[in-house]
């Protein structure tokens, strides 16, 4: 049973660019988090998602990011006119419904920008 | 708001249990407390949870204090590879669970 799958696992763009980070949930799983470790600092939670509906977007920065999990394939985080300050780990993780179960984190990606 | 309180860093012998303790005098009667660790900036690993009973698992064991104001996560037989930062989280089993709460977690370092 595969695990979070995310791609790319780095991904270096130049200042102004767009990032596109992909994330495929384990198999079964129809809750999608995404967050983010800036260099030195712990994990925050950035937005939550289920199929075709964003939940709570309430640690996304207001400008430039925004998400999707569409019917069909990956959850996609989308960071517009990228800027160093983005330069981060972004963590998928996901699990089968709320309650009390756990969630399952991907290996990240490693967003630099130059 | 820090909902848990954890030493920062640990040593464990290689062979010996890791006993990592954690403080969550705040936590309500509908809360759980979750352990992940993070090996290296890898992806955090869920460990285990518990609500008020001990757990245990294939990874580890949870002590949970009888007035669930603490907890220890053992892990029994420490190898180099629980090299990590452990995180202690206290989560609402409600609609709103999902923000998991990382906050600096314990460094344990494993010696050979």
């Known amino acids: 049973n595969a695990g979070v799958m995310q791609n790319p696992r780095h991904l270096v763009r130049r200042r102004g660019q767009e990032a596109r980070l992909r994330c495929s949930p384990m198999?079964?799983?129809?809750?999608v988090y995404w967050y983010r470790q800036l260099p030195e600092e712990g994990l925050k939670f950035m937005v939550y998602l289920q199929k075709e509906n964003i939940i709570d977007e309430s640690g996304m920065p207001k400008e430039r990011f925004s998400a999707e999990f569409p019917k069909e394939g990956p959850s996609i985080l989308r960071i517009q006119q990228v800027v160093r300050g983005d330069s981060a780990a972004y963590f998928c993780a996901s699990s089968p419904g709320l309650g009390p179960y756990e969630q399952y984190f991907g290996p990240g990606t490693r967003l630099t920008v130059t | 708001d820090a909902k848990t309180t954890q030493p920062p860093s640990m040593d464990c012998a290689e062979g010996r249990a890791a006993n990592l303790p954690c403080n969550h005098s705040t936590i309500s009667g509908n809360e759980y407390v979750y352990w992940y660790r993070q090996i290296h900036s890898q992806g955090p690993q869920y460990i285990i949870h518990g609500l008020k009973n001990n757990e245990t698992n294939e990874m580890a064991s949870l002590i949970i204090t009888e007035d669930r104001k603490s907890s220890t996560l053992i892990l029994p037989h420490a190898t180099l590879r629980d090299t990590a930062v452990y995180y202690c989280?206290?989560?609402?089993?409600?609609?709103?669970?999902?923000?998991?709460?990382f906050g600096k977690g314990t460094l344990l370092t494993v010696n050979p």
């Open positions: 989280i206290v989560s609402y089993s409600g609609g709103s669970n999902y923000k998991l709460t």
């Open positions: 198999k079964g799983h129809s809750h």
